[in-house]
T-cell receptor
C-alpha cells in the first residue's frame, strides 16, 4: 500500500515556541492531505484539509492562525503549531488519499508533540 | 455536525473469546470504513463498506453494514493477542474524502 511519512516522530518544545511537522506521501501524489489531532485515549479529530496550491480548509473551532498549514507540493504538507502551549500537546497525524476520488486513506505514523 | 457513535468504549476479553464493536448513526451513511490503531501507532485501514446489508470477511474479522446504512459492526472470532488495539469506524463525508471517526473501542486481551 501507499506510504505516508511524518517528521519528526516526536518533539518536545518550550511554551511559546513554534513547531513544524511535515507530512510526505512517499510513492504517490496527494493533492489533498488531512491533519488530525488525537488526545490520549481519545478518537481522532479532523483539524483541517490541506489543499495543494491553495488555502487549507479548517474545521470549526480550529484556529487557522495558530495551526498554519502549507501544501507546497504534491507530496508535502506541513503543519506549524505557532506559539505552542501545554494544551497543544497531542498526537498529530496526517493522512492522504492515494488517488483522487478513492476513499481509502493512508495515515502517517504521527508526531507526538509535548509542550513544556 | 454528523457523528458516528461507537460502543463499547472498552472491551477486555480472554484470548480465544469473540469481540464485537458497533457503530451507529442517526443519519444514513454513504459508506463506512474501519481502522485499527495499535497502542502507540497510527490508524491502519481495514475495510470499506458501501452497500446496504454488505458483509465482508477478512480471516477472523467480519464486517457488516446495516440494511438502512445507519449502523455497522466489526466482529472478531477467537481473538488473539495480536488483535489488541483500538478499532475505529469512520464515516467518509461524500465528496470531501474527510473522515469522521467514531469514539473507538479499545480491545485488550488476557492471554
Amino acid at each position: 500500500g501507499a506510504v505516508v511519512s511524518q517528521h519528526p516522530s516526536w518533539v518536545i518544545c518550550k511554551s511559546g515556541t513554534s513547531v513544524k511537522i511535515e507530512c510526505r506521501s512517499l510513492d504517490f501524489q496527494a493533492t489533498t492531505m488531512f491533519w488530525y489531532r488525537q488526545f490520549p485515549k481519545q478518537s481522532l479529530m479532523l483539524m483541517a484539509t490541506s489543499n495543494e496550491g491553495s488555502k487549507a480548509t479548517y474545521e470549526q473551532g480550529v484556529e487557522k492562525d495558530k495551526f498554519l498549514i502549507n501544501h507546497a507540493s504534491l507530496t508535502l504538507s506541513t503543519l506549524t503549531v505557532t506559539s505552542a502551549h501545554p494544551e497543544d500537546s497531542s498526537f498529530y497525524i496526517c493522512s492522504a488519499p492515494e488517488l483522487a476520488g478513492i476513499d481509502t486513506q493512508y495515515f502517517g505514523p504521527g508526531t507526538r508533540l509535548t509542550v513544556l | 455536525g454528523q457523528q458516528v457513535m461507537q460502543i463499547p468504549q472498552y472491551q477486555h476479553v480472554q484470548e480465544g473469546e469473540d469481540f464485537t464493536t458497533y457503530c451507529n448513526s442517526s443519519t444514513t451513511l454513504s459508506n463506512i470504513q474501519w481502522y485499527k490503531q495499535r497502542p502507540g501507532g497510527h490508524p491502519v485501514f481495514l475495510i470499506q463498506l458501501v452497500k446496504s446489508g454488505e458483509v465482508k470477511k477478512q480471516k477472523r474479522l467480519t464486517f457488516q453494514f446495516g440494511e438502512a446504512k445507519k449502523n455497522s459492526s466489526l466482529h472478531i472470532t477467537a481473538t488473539q493477542t495480536t488483535d489488541v488495539g483500538t478499532y475505529f469506524c469512520a464515516e467518509v463525508l461524500q465528496g470531501a474524502q474527510k473522515l469522521v471517526f467514531g469514539q473507538g473501542t479499545r480491545l485488550t486481551i488476557n492471554p
